[in-house]
């Protein structure tokens, strides 16, 4: 596709239930970066992947929080039991490179919004 | 934790007066970028100046970057309805080459 990719859209999920997130990147971007939002605040960085590698998982909130890449492509983050204080938006982005090189601009997905009832 | 912050948090203005946000970080940086979001979803980029520049024009757009003062102002002139948005700050640490981190954003409403 033309752009980032993100799905659902939207999930309601229970206490206690695992939700998969999906991120479809821009076809090439070698970086993928995964944020969370909640209401009215700024983003929260979580992990980012360049390649099929995530060198630095210290921005997951928890060890329920999981993510991966494969092929260098898609990227799922996974959140094991979740908890109401998990209900955000998750935004992922890539990149054509690491976002602190000089010329870079992250391309942004429409979120997925769950919420965690 | 968050690297940028804007200020002001909110700010309200009538059409076709200037609006003016500024960002203030804490680390080193490779560059600075604005971007903004409408209905808390995703974000779009609009400009990116590096740590080697002062001031960058985008059409209605005027970025510049202070690194002395680690700081950064968006200038919007001419406001229209439709740049009613959330305006967020991003730094690339320079130390750092694995994120880029966002402030908490200035809500932008720009009365017609």
């Known amino acids: 596709g033309a752009g980032v990719s993100q799905s659902p859209s939207n999930k309601v999920t229970e206490k206690g239930k695992d939700v998969e997130l999906r991120c479809d990147p821009i076809?090439?971007?070698?970086?993928l970066y995964w944020y969370r939002q909640s209401l009215g605040q700024g983003l929260e960085f979580l992990i980012y992947?360049?390649?099929?590698?995530?060198?630095?998982k210290s921005g997951l909130p928890s060890d329920r929080f999981s993510a991966e890449r494969t092929g260098g492509s898609v990227s799922t983050l996974t959140i094991q039991r979740t908890q109401q204080e998990d209900s955000a938006v998750y935004l992922c982005?890539?990149?054509?490179?690491?976002?602190?090189?000089?010329?870079?601009?992250?391309?942004f997905g429409q979120g997925t919004r769950l919420t965690v009832v | 934790s968050q690297q940028g912050e804007e200020d002001p948090q909110a700010l309200s203005i009538q059409e076709g007066e200037n609006a003016t946000m500024n960002c203030s970080y804490k680390t080193s940086i490779n560059n600075l970028q604005w971007y903004r979001q409408n209905s808390g979803r995703g974000l779009v980029h609009l400009i990116l100046?590096?740590?080697?520049?002062r001031e960058k024009h985008s059409g209605r757009l005027r970025v510049t970057l202070d690194t002395s003062k680690k700081s950064s102002s968006l200038l919007i002139t001419a406001s229209r309805a439709a740049d009613t948005a959330s305006y967020f700050c991003a730094t690339a640490d320079l130390y750092n080459n694995n994120d880029m981190r966002f402030g908490a954003g200035t809500r932008l409403t720009v009365k017609p």
């Open positions: 982005a890539s990149s054509p490179e690491l976002l602190s090189t000089m010329n870079t601009e992250a391309f």
């Open positions: 100046i590096r740590s080697n520049e």
């Open positions: 992947f360049q390649g099929n590698s995530a060198p630095d």
């Open positions: 076809s090439g971007h070698t970086a």
